[in-house]
T-cell receptor, first 119, second 114 residues
Framework: AQKVTQAQTEISVVEKEDVTLDCVYETRDTTYYLFWYKQPPSGELVFLIRRNSFDEQNEISGRYSWNFQKSTSSFNFTITASQVVDSAVYFCALSEGYAGGTSYGKLTFGQGTILTVHP | DTEVTQTPKHLVMGMTNKKSLKCEQHMGHRAMYWYKQKAKKPPELMFVYSYEKLSINESVPSRFSPECPNSSLLNLHLHALQPEDSALYLC?????????????FGPGTRLTVL
């Protein structure tokens, strides 16, 4: 069975600080996909990034960066120079490879990390 | 059109009422999902439709009845709900194939059962 662990329940930082959200996963599949979603107070889950198991390249998008390490089964997310608008709940999620010709994936979510950025 | 829409945004209903939640997408996605999310918890998968056919029912009580009339529309019919069913109900969709399989979520319907 697959599992995603976000050990940090809540993180509080002051604006302009860098912050890293940890994500550790477990799966028996060799093909799988990792995701990060942001959920602001409005409730909508916003897709941030997808990474497949064959691509260990780190990625940077503006102030966001992601560090994928298969050796430690981790997919950590760093926000550089945090801003108040980054305050939200962040979910890491895992989807195994599609099997049996299916065309959808079942997401397993971590428990989420509540990030609060103070001005 | 690159979004998933959900109506209504808020719904208050009694335990004897019948109501429906609606979800729509026009991105050509062929998989659509219903999730339930309680406060301070991650979303929990309820149903998956793939090519308008019910593919997954995560042992959801029969008082929740999903329907997929066409490839763009997903409904969730509610009947005889319990107060513990109060939650945020999220709809999502994803394109076919594994290459770009991220799920796009709607803003959700906040349901309160009295």
């Amino acid at each position: 069975a697959q599992k995603v662990t976000q050990a940090q329940t809540e993180i509080s930082v002051v604006e302009k600080e860098d912050v890293t959200l940890d994500c550790v996963y477990e799966t028996r599949d060799t093909t799988y996909y990792l995701f990060w979603y942001k959920q602001p107070p409005s409730g909508e889950l916003v897709f941030l990034i997808r990474r497949n198991s064959f691509d260990e390249q780190n990625e940077i998008s503006g102030r966001y960066s992601w560090n994928f390490q298969k050796s430690t089964s981790s997919f950590n997310f760093t926000i550089t120079a945090s801003q108040v608008v980054d305050s939200a709940v962040y979910f890491c999620a895992l989807s195994e490879g599609y099997a049996g010709g299916t065309s959808y994936g079942k997401l397993t979510f971590g428990q989420g990390t509540i990030l609060t950025v103070h001005p | 059109d690159t979004e998933v829409t959900q109506t209504p945004k808020h719904l208050v209903m009694g335990m004897t009422n019948k109501k429906s939640l609606k979800c729509e997408q026009h991105m050509g996605h062929r998989a659509m999902y219903w999730y339930k999310q309680k406060a301070k918890k991650p979303p929990e998968l309820m149903f998956v439709y793939s090519y308008e056919k019910l593919s997954i029912n995560e042992s959801v009580p029969s008082r929740f009845s999903p329907e997929c009339p066409n490839s763009s529309l997903l409904n969730l019919h509610l009947h005889a709900l319990q107060p513990e069913d109060s939650a945020l109900y999220l709809c999502a969709s994803s394109p076919p194939g594994q290459q770009n399989n991220e799920q796009f979520f709607g803003p959700g319907t906040r349901l309160t059962v009295l």
